[in-house]
């Protein structure tokens, strides 16, 4: 492995720990004791879990376009294979503990949870009084139904026109989330977390990667010289997006907004994967952001426990339940991502 294909993937680490970071900050300013005069951030988390969704289209794509150019198929056994081996383990462990802190009655949660939680569902509308425990398993939830679809639909269609798919997707899930709005009254909760509303950042970041592997090596250094002016359209698309129409106008912010937001992270996502040797990139590679990316998975999942704003106790107070939850996240990692991410078997 070279060292330019490891410093891509380092940085895409980095970018991973401050969308996770972001999540973190939303969530624990409402714990007891926590940093309110953080609360202008407490919107941030939805802005860090739309990150993930255009990383997560961006390396899936990828890897799938690399099998491809390789072999000349996708094989969807090993694809779901290596879906299951990556997240259902610590998924599961999970969803068990919450189930016995359940059970004996330190948590409260509504069945119903357990069974949107197992059949990927939670990102769909249901009663307002669900829990928070596992309420942030929406974007599991939907990330697993675009897992579902997505090399279903590339095997379709072959990666060759995966491209076009992506644009028509993207331009497609625009109307529909017009049409959500206008015609049908969608909450703000589904035009920001069903698969049909969403399913264009996921796009975005697999057109990422069609763009990518499509270009030869001198337009790659090409592009790279000229990347760094996408950093200007991204910092104003993301302040346009993320500030502007959220809190001036939600309606516009939930239909058409966030596709700004979408293409701003996408401009940053091009910038530091295409020149790996930059400052920027550099920077997001350092060991700690790294590491901290390495087990935003973990920490996503088991923070939910401890940045509890609707519990006060020791555990769920700050600082100490931001301390529990990387803790934690760094157990499941250690103890149960990794000996199922090295099976090879």
Same mark, same amino acid.
């Given at each position: 492995?070279?060292?330019?294909?490891?410093?891509?993937?380092?940085?895409?680490?980095?970018?991973?720990?401050?969308?996770?970071?972001?999540?973190?900050?939303?969530?624990?300013?409402?714990?007891?004791?926590?940093?309110?005069?953080?609360?202008?951030?407490?919107?941030?988390?939805?802005?860090?879990?739309?990150?993930?969704? +255009?990383?997560?289209?961006?390396?899936?794509?990828?890897?799938?376009?690399?099998?491809?150019?390789?072999?000349?198929?996708?094989?969807?056994?090993?694809?779901?294979? $290596?879906?299951? $081996?990556?997240?259902?383990?610590?998924?599961?462990?999970?969803?068990?503990?919450?189930?016995? +802190?359940?059970?004996?009655?330190?948590?409260?949660?509504?069945?119903?949870?357990?069974?949107?939680?197992?059949?990927?569902?939670?990102?769909?509308?249901?009663?307002a009084d669900r829990a928070w425990t596992l309420n942030h398993l929406w974007s599991l939830s939907a990330e697993e139904q675009f897992y579902l679809v997505w090399?279903?639909?590339?095997?379709?269609?072959?990666?060759?026109?995966?491209?076009?798919?992506?644009?028509?997707?993207?331009?497609?899930?625009?109307?529909? $989330?017009?049409?959500?709005?206008?015609?049908?009254?969608?909450?703000?909760?589904?035009?920001?977390?069903?698969i049909q509303a969403i399913f264009d950042s996921m796009a975005l970041g697999a057109l990422i990667a069609f763009r990518e592997h499509s270009r030869n090596i001198d337009e790659i250094k090409t592009a790279a010289r000229k990347s760094e002016l996408l950093l200007l359209?991204?910092?104003?698309?993301?302040?346009?997006?993320?500030?502007?129409?959220?809190?001036?106008?939600?309606?516009?912010?939930?239909?058409?907004?966030?596709?700004?937001?979408?293409?701003?992270?996408?401009?940053?996502?091009?910038?530091?994967?295409? $020149?790996?040797?930059?400052?920027?990139?550099?920077?997001?590679?350092?060991?700690?952001?790294?590491?901290?990316?390495?087990?935003?998975?973990?920490?996503?999942?088991?923070?939910?426990?401890?940045?509890?704003?609707?519990?006060?106790?020791?555990?769920?107070?700050?600082?100490?339940?931001?301390?529990?939850?990387?803790?934690?996240?760094?157990?499941?990692?250690?103890?149960?991502?990794?000996?199922?991410?090295?099976?090879?078997?």
């Amino acid at each position: 492995m070279n060292q330019t294909h490891v410093t891509r993937i380092t940085a895409v680490d980095g970018v991973r720990a401050i969308a996770i970071c972001l999540v973190l900050i939303g969530h624990v300013i409402d714990t007891f004791g926590g940093p309110t005069f953080l609360g202008p951030l407490r919107h941030a988390g939805n802005f860090g879990v739309r990150v993930f969704f +255009l990383i997560s289209g961006m390396l899936i794509t990828s890897l799938l376009i690399k099998e491809w150019q390789a072999t000349g198929k996708i094989s969807l056994k090993m694809f779901y294979v $290596r879906r299951v $081996r990556r997240i259902l383990p610590a998924y599961f462990v999970f969803l068990f503990t919450v189930g016995i +802190l359940d059970y004996n009655g330190f948590i409260k949660v509504p069945q119903i949870d357990y069974l949107r939680s197992l059949t990927f569902t939670m990102n769909y509308e249901h009663s307002a009084d669900r829990a928070w425990t596992l309420n942030h398993l929406w974007s599991l939830s939907a990330e697993e139904q675009f897992y579902l679809v997505w090399p279903l639909l590339l095997l379709k269609l072959t990666p060759v026109r995966g491209k076009n798919l992506c644009v028509f997707i993207i331009f497609v899930v625009i109307i529909v $989330r017009c049409y959500m709005w206008a015609m049908l009254n969608a909450s703000g909760s589904a035009l920001t977390r069903e698969i049909q509303a969403i399913f264009d950042s996921m796009a975005l970041g697999a057109l990422i990667a069609f763009r990518e592997h499509s270009r030869n090596i001198d337009e790659i250094k090409t592009a790279a010289r000229k990347s760094e002016l996408l950093l200007l359209p991204a910092g104003i698309l993301l302040v346009v997006a993320s500030i502007g129409t959220f809190f001036v106008n939600k309606d516009f912010y939930y239909t058409i907004g966030q596709s700004f937001t979408n293409f701003g992270i996408a401009c940053c996502l091009i910038s530091i994967t295409r $020149r790996p040797n930059h400052f920027t990139a550099q920077l997001l590679s350092n060991k700690v952001l790294v590491y901290i990316g390495s087990i935003s998975y973990s920490l996503y999942l088991w923070q939910q426990l401890t940045l509890h704003h609707e519990a006060n106790s020791w555990f769920t107070s700050f600082p100490q339940n931001l301390i529990l939850t990387f803790a934690i996240a760094a157990c499941s990692y250690h103890f149960v991502e990794q000996p199922f991410i090295k099976k090879k078997k």
